[in-house]
């Protein structure tokens, strides 16, 4: 962790901030000079770490700096709904006033930068980019739980496997974590997979044999390959326009 003191939010750069809020890669360096500017912190944490937990209110806005993110609600049954995947470029925490009814935990082993909402109040104020990219953010996070919202409503389970690769495809290249045109990492496990699509762990290893059967993807040491995007779109009904703000 790195802590600093902030500097007046008239002399912040805010050139790394809206980097990070896109995605884009920058040494760890230069992230945390930015975090000590805004009096945040540049934490690292390890795979299923509680990054917010329910019922307790964040003090800071959270930037995913590398790593993948989940939010989850959970039951006393054990059973577990992921409502959402954050990769880097994503953030959480950013409403001060509402307590959240959900929980965020890490994926995989994350970076994370740590804003105060206080002090990102003051950046805001003064950096319309910022207040613009915020709310670029938020548009596409409501975006993505619509249509996450549609899937399980109304689509069968091998569409619903069919759209979140698709989405995930097109998430992972745009912020330049794809293995290639064609594959990305995929850090779910089975289990994982079963609690973002609401379908069985059993349910959803048929689902990924058939879509191999047809040739439509390739599974192979966690990466996912789409070996024919037409159809795999087709197949969801995929239109990713809901990912452009």
């Given at each position: ?6 500097e ?7 050139t790394?901030l809206?980097?990070a809020l896109s995605g884009?890669?920058a040494?760890?360096?230069?992230t945390e000079?930015?975090?000590a500017?805004l ?6 944490i ?5 990054i ?12 995913v700096?590398?790593g993948?993110?989940f939010?989850h609600?959970?039951f ?9 995947l954050l990769?880097p470029g994503?953030?959480c925490g950013?409403d ?5 009814d959900h929980?965020?935990?890490a994926?995989?082993?994350?970076t994370?930068?740590?804003i105060?909402?206080s002090?990102l ?13 915020l ?11 619509r249509a ?7 689509r069968q389970?091998?569409e619903?496997?069919?759209h979140?690769?698709?989405e995930l495809?097109l ?7 794809a293995a290639d045109g064609?594959?990305?990492?995929l850090?779910l ?9 609401g379908l069985?762990s059993?349910h ?7 879509l ?5 993807i390739g599974?192979r040491g966690?990466?996912?390959t789409v ?7 087709a ?7 809901y990912?452009?703000?």
């Amino acid at each position: 962790m790195v802590d600093g003191s902030p500097e007046s939010a008239s002399g912040f750069d805010p050139t790394a901030l809206l980097g990070a809020l896109s995605g884009i890669a920058a040494p760890e360096a230069t992230t945390e000079v930015m975090a000590a500017e805004l009096g945040g912190s540049f934490d690292r944490i390890e795979a299923g770490a509680a990054i917010i937990r329910a019922g307790e209110r964040s003090q800071s806005l959270i930037i995913v700096i590398a790593g993948w993110a989940f939010r989850h609600k959970d039951f006393s049954d054990s059973r577990r709904q992921i409502l959402a995947l954050l990769l880097p470029g994503d953030c959480c925490g950013r409403d001060a006033s509402r307590t959240p009814d959900h929980s965020v935990s890490a994926l995989t082993a994350v970076t994370l930068v740590k804003i105060p909402h206080s002090r990102l109040a003051e950046v805001v104020a003064r950096h319309a980019e910022i207040a613009a990219a915020l709310a670029q953010a938020a548009v596409v996070e409501a975006a993505i739980l619509r249509a996450w919202v549609a899937n399980l409503g109304q689509r069968q389970a091998r569409e619903r496997m069919a759209h979140l690769f698709c989405e995930l495809g097109l998430r992972t290249r745009t912020r330049g974590l794809a293995a290639d045109g064609n594959s990305f990492r995929l850090p779910l496990t089975q289990q994982d997979l079963a609690s973002v699509l609401g379908l069985t762990s059993v349910h959803v290893n048929r689902v990924l044999q058939r879509l191999r059967a047809e040739g439509l993807i390739g599974l192979r040491g966690g990466v996912v390959t789409v070996n024919d995007h037409d159809r795999l779109c087709a197949l969801a009904g995929f239109d990713p326009a809901y990912l452009t703000p």
